[in-house]
């Protein structure tokens, strides 16, 4: 029979096991009650079509633009339109007074007829002289004389219609003309202002149907606008933007700058519009919208999935055991409430979409609500 002193020692040792394992599990149960798992909602990452816009800060440009200038000194004696309106090629726009020019010109033409006059005697002179010779009735001195008379008062002739030409060139300057067909802006003179010749500038005139858009890509992308540049029957492939408001006509891509600025590694694309309304001016600012469809499926996760942290931009992932762990992506262009996903993830992962906030790594988390959860 077992003795009492041997009882004894088994039931202090099966208290013992019953105590550490009362203790263990007690243990376990405080571990779980101070870090439960938190509450979040999870997806699992897709591919999808994205079809989105790049987006490029712009300025509408005219094809054609030049400042109106003076090219005789005066006073504006006549404006012949309305600032702003519309002109037509080889409409007058400017009078400068031209008594000065006109009386000048009056001048050349009566010199021009004296050096004429002067001319006729001299060939009349050289071709009786001339006959003179023939006859051995003069000396040789007085032909040879007679023959540069005459080339003399060829040359002064010649002179005097280039006198002629030249002032009368400063009468026609006096009235300036449309060089073509545009929208002209508000003049920079009035009737009575003086003007000098090659520096008053009087006004502005572009052309305004079609328009230009320009704006800057990097030159990494030069191969994808040369092959973009092909593509005129896309009407939604380049819209442009004002603050809310998107332009009713779409462009296409007119040219592409000769080379690229070395500063900034960028290159100059210029977009043709219709501008059949006026409704762009040369100067205005605006978003040049690229449409980007390649056709080939991207990573997209909704957008609120991500945390940032240093400029570096995470998603947790859940790993075994629902517990998350950290993931660095390189995010793409935003679509709605998505994002592409460039680098980080592949199509299958599970990732927290919400309730991120409180997580850390190695959180432990559950999708399903109840009082042992944090919410």
């Given at each position: 029979m077992m003795s009492f002193e041997n009882i004894r020692k088994i039931t202090g040792a099966s208290l013992l096991?019953?105590?550490?394992?009362?203790?263990?599990?007690?243990?376990?149960?405080?571990?779980?009650?101070?870090?439960?798992?938190?509450?979040?909602?999870?997806?699992?990452?897709?591919?999808?079509?994205?079809?989105?816009?790049?987006?490029?800060?712009?300025?509408?440009?005219?094809?054609k633009q030049i400042a109106l200038t003076s090219q005789v000194n005066g006073y504006i004696k006549g404006i012949y339109f309305k600032d702003g309106q519309n002109v037509e090629k080889g409409q007058k726009l400017y009078a400068i007074d031209a008594q000065v020019y006109d009386a000048n010109y009056q001048n050349a033409v009566a010199q021009l007829e004296v050096q004429k006059a002067n001319l006729t005697k001299a060939q009349k002179?050289?071709?009786?002289?001339?006959?003179?010779?023939?006859?051995?009735?003069?000396?040789?001195?007085?032909?040879?004389?007679?023959?540069?008379?005459?080339?003399?008062?060829?040359?002064?002739?010649?002179?005097?219609k280039a006198a002629v030409n030249a002032v009368n060139a400063n009468v026609q300057f006096s009235t300036i003309y449309a060089p073509f067909s545009g929208s002209i802006g508000i003049s920079n003179v009035q009737v009575g202002t003086a003007v000098v010749a090659g520096q008053t500038v009087l006004n502005t005139i572009s052309t305004n149907n079609p328009i230009a858009v320009d704006f800057n890509i990097d030159q990494s992308q030069l191969y994808r606008f040369e092959q973009l540049r092909t593509k005129v029957n896309d009407d939604s492939l380049f819209t442009i933007v004002f603050g809310t408001d998107v332009y009713p006509e779409s462009g296409h891509i007119a040219s592409i700058d000769r080379a690229v600025d070395q500063t900034t590694g960028t290159i100059k694309i210029r977009l043709s519009f219709d501008n059949k309304?006026?409704?762009?001016?040369?100067?205005?600012?605006?978003?040049?919208?690229?449409?980007?469809?390649?056709?080939?499926?991207?990573?997209?996760?909704?957008?609120?999935?991500?945390?940032?942290?240093?400029?570096?931009?995470?998603?947790?992932?859940?790993?075994?055991?629902?517990?998350?762990?950290?993931?660095?992506?390189?995010?793409?262009?935003?679509?709605?409430?998505?994002?592409?996903?460039?680098?980080?993830?592949?199509?299958?992962?599970?990732?927290?979409?919400?309730?991120?906030?409180?997580?850390?790594?190695?959180?432990?988390?559950?999708?399903?609500?109840?009082?042992?959860?944090?919410?």
């Open positions: 096991v019953l105590f550490a394992s009362c203790s263990s599990q007690n243990n376990k149960t405080a571990s779980l009650q101070a870090n439960p798992a938190v509450y979040v909602s999870v997806d699992t990452v897709r591919s999808a079509n994205a079809q989105y816009f790049e987006e490029y800060p712009g300025t509408v440009t005219a094809f002179d050289a071709e009786r002289y001339h006959e003179l010779d023939k006859q051995d009735a003069i000396a040789k001195q007085q032909v040879d004389y007679a023959d540069a008379a005459l080339l003399t008062a060829q040359k002064q002739v010649a002179a005097a309304d006026n409704l762009l001016k040369p100067g205005m600012s605006n978003i040049v919208r690229v449409k980007n469809n390649s056709g080939n499926k991207s990573i997209l996760i909704p957008a609120k999935a991500l945390t940032e942290q240093l400029g570096e931009f995470f998603v947790y992932l859940v790993g075994d055991s629902s517990k998350v762990t950290q993931q660095k992506v390189q995010i793409g262009q935003t679509i709605g409430s998505n994002v592409i996903i460039a680098g980080g993830l592949n199509v299958g992962q599970e990732i927290v979409v919400e309730g991120q906030q409180k997580l850390h790594e190695g959180s432990t988390i559950t999708t399903t609500q109840n009082s042992g959860s944090q919410k």
